[in-house]
């Protein structure tokens, strides 16, 4: 999945008002973030198999420090607490982002062949498979998105123009990023992926900046 991960990012920010965007997209997508870090680095492993669902070529071979749930279960914990002391934060909002984290891998099972691991170490995967059918990842992901949006729009509005056209633009980049990957050719190398795989760090921080520019409705 991927709208779908900052999706609930979005509508998260009705829960965690005082939160700012980009610490919410932080969360959700803390998986993907670290994983071609550590991909790069040797750690974990892909393949670039053609056909091996309707959706994407990869064959996410070993994961387990950045996509485990209980390698997740200790990364939301470990920002929930971090932010938690480092801001003076709610106990609720702690959680919030701790439980951001932790929706990675649950919308990942959702979405993921028998894949994605339990804990490093375990060779229990799991994975629903709604990757094997374009049409039906692009209904759920594309409503889940769609309907995150709409619960940031109802809790935020923008102080300027910037709010609304920062707010726009990131939309229609993701939207057009998704279908890019739909439609596209495979990936030419494994460190192609992990190296545009880095550069979702610039959509943290447009989370931050869009929060800039927008307030609590």
């Not at 709208?3 to 997209?25: D, M, Q, Y």
């Not at 973030?33 to 198999?49: D, H, K, N, T, Y």
């Not at 959702?110 to 229990?124: C, E, K, N, V, Y």
């Not at 890019?180 to 921080?205: F, H, I, K, R």
Request: aromatic share 10%.
């Amino acid at each position: 999945m991927f709208i779908g991960h900052f999706g609930l990012a979005l509508a998260a920010k009705k829960v965690a008002p005082a939160v700012s965007l980009g610490t919410l997209f932080l969360a959700a997508q803390l998986a993907d973030l670290i994983w071609p870090v550590l991909v790069l680095a040797g750690v974990e492993r892909f393949e670039i198999r053609p056909g091996i669902t309707a959706l994407t070529p990869l064959d996410f071979v070993h994961y387990p420090w950045s996509h485990s749930l209980a390698a997740l279960l200790a990364w939301g914990i470990a920002l929930g607490l971090g932010y938690r002391f480092a801001r003076g934060a709610s106990r609720r909002t702690g959680w919030t982002i701790a439980a951001l984290v932790v929706s990675h891998w649950v919308l990942d099972v959702i979405t993921h062949r028998p894949d994605m691991p339990l804990a490093p170490g375990d060779s229990h995967r799991l994975g629903l498979g709604l990757w094997n059918s374009m049409a039906a990842t692009v209904v759920v992901e594309v409503t889940l998105f769609l309907a995150c949006l709409a619960v940031y729009l109802h809790a935020t509005r923008a102080v300027d123009r910037v709010g609304r056209y920062a707010l726009a633009g990131l939309v229609a980049f993701l939207l057009a990023v998704y279908v890019a990957n739909l439609l596209g050719p495979p990936p030419p190398s494994v460190p192609a992926v992990a190296g545009a795989a880095l550069a979702m760090w610039l959509l943290v921080a447009w989370g931050y900046w869009i929060d800039r520019h927008r307030v609590r409705a």
